[in-house]
């Protein structure tokens, strides 16, 4: 479930359905996606809490989203925008334990960034499901 929970991270990070649609954007789908793939990974048992932080480059990420928040003027606000991320992170490392896993993961982020790059050729020819062609050729 939490291996599901990532690849759907990845779908919505990318892809961002929830502002193509107003309403959709209103229920938070990458906040509850985070917390459900970190929820899923504690059931059964597989994981202790201390199991989060195990390598050097655990304690790193770690200490760098500290700073990040400690640094900041707002701290709420800095924890706010940065938890999903931080939880993508955790989810993301003990997941992926798997060479089969990892080449799972690495094929959707292949096909979700050819879906985005087949987007923007399309809507330079006229086809903009979307209508952010306005955006990308105007304001970018």
Not at 54 to 76: E, N
Request: with cysteine; hydrophobic share 55%; glycine share 6%.
């Amino acid at each position: 479930m939490d291996f599901i929970a990532l690849i759907i991270f990845l779908a919505l990070y990318y892809l961002r359905p929830q502002e193509w649609f107003s309403g959709f954007n209103a229920l938070h789908p990458v906040e509850l996606l985070s917390v459900m793939a970190f929820w899923a990974m504690f059931q059964g048992g597989k994981l202790k809490p201390r199991d989060l932080v195990r390598t050097p480059l655990d304690w790193l990420i770690v200490c760098y989203f500290l700073w990040t928040i400690f640094a900041s003027g707002q701290i709420m606000h800095t924890i706010t925008s940065i938890e999903a991320v931080l939880l993508f992170y955790f989810v993301a490392v003990r997941s992926l334990d798997s060479i089969q896993r990892q080449k799972t993961f690495l094929t959707w982020w292949c096909i979700f960034m050819l879906v985005i790059a087949g987007l923007a050729l399309a809507s330079i020819w006229g086809f903009d499901p979307l209508g952010s062609a306005d955006f990308t050729h105007g304001v970018m």
